[in-house]
């Protein structure tokens, strides 16, 4: 087994490109936490440290597929923000086992949504101009508790609302999700920095895997059909759904 620090490199850079074209970093980073002996808890809490730190990486690599979506960004921003909130403070206070059994069913739901086609949609419905109605709203706000609570696979959760209400491609709804989950997870980042555990000798180089991978992702998306996006985010998402069911019943 390669030495903590390399593995934690390696899993950041797997883990950066894999949430950065699907959101689902944290199918390798999670895990290689645990892999070199932190506990579930302090795990979560400096994921969600590298996760925020290395978001940078991601905004800046996406910025081709942001341009002219300003306006889709400050509306959903709030709701996120407000959402990581109440999650990084909800780890703080209380277990995490109950949550932890429910997120299985959370991500197989979200990959099962986006193995549908999007729906051909006119310019002045809501899907076309991007304005959040109150589903979407509490949604929004829904993930962005998730993500700061726990925030594995929150990204295909949040992409999977995405592309049911902006009318664009998957890279660009792709793009957005990128900005309002590193805003979720920064909030949530700052209260744990304050109040919780984390393990800087695991931070630093899981985030600097994760910069490079989140850094690239974008551009690797970009290049790629979008059914395959799609469908490769779902099956991953699957995948993702199984694993965490087993480690919440093995508990």
């Known amino acids: 087994m390669p030495p903590a620090?390399?593995?934690?490199?390696?899993?950041?850079?797997?883990?950066?490109?894999?949430?950065?074209?699907?959101?689902?970093?944290?199918?390798?980073?999670?895990?290689?936490?645990?892999?070199?002996?932190?506990?579930?808890?302090?795990?979560?809490?400096?994921?969600?440290?590298?996760?925020?730190?290395?978001?940078?990486?991601?905004?800046?690599?996406?910025?081709?597929?942001?341009?002219?979506?300003?306006?889709?960004?400050?509306?959903?921003?709030?709701?996120?923000?407000?959402g990581g909130v109440i999650g990084g403070a909800l780890v703080l206070v209380t277990p995490s086992d109950t949550f932890a059994l429910i997120v299985p069913f959370l991500v197989g739901g979200a990959s099962l949504v986006l193995l549908r086609p999007p729906r051909p949609v006119t310019p002045g419905t809501a899907r076309a101009d991007g304005r959040p109605g109150p589903a979407t709203v509490l949604g929004a706000i829904a993930i962005g508790v998730y993500s700061g609570y726990f925030g594995a696979a929150a990204g295909v959760l949040m992409l999977a609302l995405l592309s049911r209400l902006l009318a664009d491609t998957l890279v660009r709804v792709n793009a957005v999700k990128n900005v309002l989950l590193g805003a979720s997870n920064a909030v949530a980042a700052v209260g744990f920095i304050v109040l919780g555990h984390v393990v800087w000798s695991a931070a630093i180089p899981l985030a600097a895997g994760l910069l490079v991978g989140n850094y690239t992702g974008p551009a690797i998306a970009r290049r790629l059909p979008p059914r395959v996006l799609r469908v490769g985010i779902a099956v991953a998402g699957l995948v993702l759904a199984v694993v965490l069911f087993v480690d919440a019943v093995r508990g």
């Open 5 to 82: 620090p390399v593995l934690l490199v390696v899993a950041g850079v797997a883990a950066g490109l894999t949430g950065s074209m699907a959101g689902l970093a944290s199918l390798f980073s999670y895990p290689a936490l645990l892999a070199v002996g932190l506990p579930p808890t302090v795990a979560n809490q400096t994921n969600t440290i590298a996760l925020a730190s290395a978001s940078i990486g991601s905004i800046a690599g996406s910025r081709p597929e942001l341009r002219g979506q300003r306006a889709r960004v400050m509306r959903l921003l709030p709701l996120t923000v407000l």
